[in-house]
């Protein structure tokens, strides 16, 4: 399943958790629990009004804001939120080539070493330095960025 990419989360480091939700009202978001405790606040921007409900919500509490974690969505248009699904999605689907297309060039790496190639000739047909070429034909497989 996907995250909610655009929940704004400020993480404190006690066990008090709470979620919100956050509106457009105008040119400003209104942030509100409608549970225990109740909290309302307005800010022009949203991670502004996520860090005034915490603080709220410390008031309400009466306990020190950080330990205080909060959670707020942004109620979105629906075609906001499918856009934003479809680049979870296809981020997710670009994260997963890059991890192969890695895992190829240092296939390609050791391969040519076996062949009996220079690091720097390695380097040219892979379009890479050769300084590069070494860390990939050391490197263990968990990989990266080639390039």
């Known amino acids: ?28 978001w209104l942030v509100h629990r409608t549970e225990r405790p109740r909290v309302d606040v307005h800010a022009r921007l949203l991670a502004r009004a996520a860090r005034l409900a915490r603080h ?10 950080a330990r205080i974690s909060v959670h707020v969505h942004p109620v979105l248009p629906h075609p906001v939120q499918e856009h934003l699904r479809r680049a979870f999605r296809l981020r997710h689907a ?19 070493v076996d062949y ?12 890479i330095s050769h300084q590069r070429v070494h860390q990939l034909i050391t490197s263990a497989a968990g990989g990266g960025d080639t390039r």
């Open 116 to 127: 009996g190639l220079s690091l720097r000739d390695i380097g040219t047909i892979l379009g």
């Open 56 to 65: 709220a919500l410390a008031s309400a509490l009466d306990v020190d804001p």
């Open 94 to 112: 670009s994260a997963t080539c890059t991890r192969r297309a890695a895992a190829e060039y240092r296939a390609a790496a050791h391969r040519l």
């Open 1 to 28: 399943m996907e995250p909610n990419l655009h929940t704004v989360t400020i993480s404190g480091d006690g066990d008090h958790v709470y979620t919100c939700t956050a509106i457009r009202d105008g040119n400003r």
